[in-house]
């Protein structure tokens, strides 16, 4: 069996090479995909959504930060704690996943996903039957995206529920 982990990260820069990840925000799925089972919010750094774009935090002088290798042993720990394969799940894996994997590697932590990831919005562009049609699952979310990578991978986990129930056929597939 496996557990579906939706991910959320919150960072400044294009990548780790440039970059600080801020903090993330983990959903974990229960085990038949009906119901979400457990959260985790890991901050590394306290900072503030910049005012012309949310999406980029700003690391303010003074800024309190978290031991990084502290956070990502705990992060692992929960991970760990459901016993089984936790698969990587997100709106935008390219990056999110980029991220943990530095600080897992940078800190000596074998990851716990792996080395792989899954899209939500290819799930659902192959539930749509529609290769274009990757981004309106969105409207499923039940949370407000508002870059608090916790409710941000809340709102995922909702419409990642609600398009698994599409896909067993008790909703009707709309998005």
Known sequence: MTITVLVD???CGASPARGEMTEFGAVALNRNMTAIQSTYHGIL????????NPAKPLILPGAKRYPEKEVMQKFEKWLLSFGERVVFTSDNPGYDFQWLN??????EIANPFGYSSRRIG???A??????????KWKKLRDVRHDH???NDSLGNGGALLRLIAMSRGEEEIRF
């Open 9 to 11: 990260v919150e960072a």
């Open 45 to 52: 750094i306290e900072a503030v959504p910049d005012p012309t």
């Open 148 to 150: 608090n990578p916790l």
């Open 102 to 107: 530095f600080y897992f590697d940078k800190h």
């Open 126 to 135: 192959g539930l749509s039957s529609d290769w274009g049609n990757s981004s």
């Open 122 to 124: 290819d799930f659902a």
